[in-house]
């Protein structure tokens, strides 16, 4: 059975990974505000997830990553939204980097480190780690640039 709330999202972002991120985070804001704050926490969680990487603006990103983190802690233990808890951090950790904000940066990403053997062993759970261990070598060498592949 195909999510139609989910299928207007994974379009949305196709579309800024397809080079519209104007036009991407424009559906994603539209799409946030129709499912309001009592939306179902998968779709809000993916959405601001996925919004935040579609940001331009780091201060953007920050502010994505944020809700994102929001609706997962807001929603209690659950399985689905807690397997996202790992790259959530590792993007907070680094958006933190890259605006100089070194403490704040190191405990998600320390947080990051926590939970990120809740995932498997398959290529999304290796780019999460990997992405761990890009962010700690930025934070080590005091570098605020954007890092290829950490999104």
């Given at each position: 059975m195909t999510d139609p709330l989910m299928a207007e999202i994974a379009a949305a972002v196709e579309l800024g990974r397809a080079g519209d991120a104007a036009?991407?985070?424009?559906?994603?804001?539209?799409?946030?505000?129709?499912?309001?704050?009592?939306?179902?926490?998968?779709?809000?969680?993916a959405l601001a997830h996925w919004a935040a990487d579609l940001q331009d603006d780091p201060r953007e990103e920050?502010?994505?990553?944020?809700?994102?983190?929001d609706v997962v802690e807001g929603a209690g233990p659950?399985?689905?939204?807690?397997?996202?808890?790992?790259?959530l951090h590792l993007n907070l950790a680094d958006v933190h980097r890259r605006l100089g904000d070194v403490g704040t940066a190191q405990t998600h990403l320390r947080r990051?480190?926590?939970?990120?053997?809740?995932?498997?062993?398959?290529?999304?759970?290796?780019?999460?780690?990997?992405?761990?261990?890009?962010?700690?070598?930025?934070?080590?060498?005091?570098?605020?640039?954007?890092?290829?592949?950490?999104?």
């Open positions: 036009t991407a985070r424009a559906r994603l804001d539209e799409l946030w505000t129709r499912m309001g704050p009592t939306g179902d926490p998968a779709h809000r969680c920050l502010t994505w990553d944020e809700r994102a983190l659950d399985p689905q939204l807690d397997g996202f808890l790992p790259s990051a480190r926590d939970v990120v053997g809740t995932l498997p062993a398959d290529g999304y759970g290796q780019m999460v780690r990997t992405g761990i261990d890009h962010v700690a070598q930025a934070l080590a060498q005091g570098s605020t640039d954007r890092l290829p592949g950490v999104r």
